[in-house]
């Protein structure tokens, strides 16, 4: 098992128990977050790999949590603004729930002051974006491969004169 096949799971067992606890069916909790029953059978099942964050945060409304633990299993304390202010621009960025959940990762490790004003946590939220992408898409080029500029012709080696 992948650890994104892992996460798909974790994140659909949180599903599952906070729909239960809050006494909803999956038909009732996708009537009133307003998504379909499908939706919510494979998010619970962990088949869903194009979760959006736009729909764990209407199904996080509905369960009366935040998009935060839903995605990720961790609440953000309340005692520190700065996390939870970049929780909620994490969301408005529309993020995938693997790069939300990276993010959040990240700005929890980011040591905020009080004094940090709205454009301090979104460079940070930028440049946590930024480290995603930059892991998600290097791939080493073979040193076996290699090209040749355009215009550039092989020379024949020269015959030795006797």
């Known amino acids: 098992m992948t650890p994104h096949e892992d996460e798909l799971l974790r994140i659909g067992a949180r599903l599952c128990s906070l729909r239960e606890a809050a006494g909803y069916t999956q038909e009732s909790l996708a009537a009133a977050a307003g998504v379909s029953i499908g939706t919510i059978t494979r998010m619970e099942h962990g088949q869903r790999w194009d979760i959006k964050v736009s729909t764990l945060a209407k199904l996080a409304d509905v369960l009366g949590t935040s998009l935060d633990y839903l995605a990720t299993g961790r609440t953000v304390s309340p005692e520190d603004p700065n996390l939870s202010f970049a929780a909620q621009m994490v969301q408005r960025y529309g993020f995938s729930d693997e790069k939300a959940s990276y993010v959040l990762q990240r700005l929890e490790q980011t040591p905020f002051s009080d004094g940090d004003t709205p454009d301090t946590i979104a460079a940070a939220i930028k ?36």
């Open 127 to 162: 440049m946590a974006e930024r480290d995603y992408n930059a892991e998600r898409t290097f791939t080493p080029r073979p040193a076996e491969v290699v090209k040749m500029r355009p215009g550039l012709k092989r020379r024949k080696p020269r015959r030795a004169r006797r």
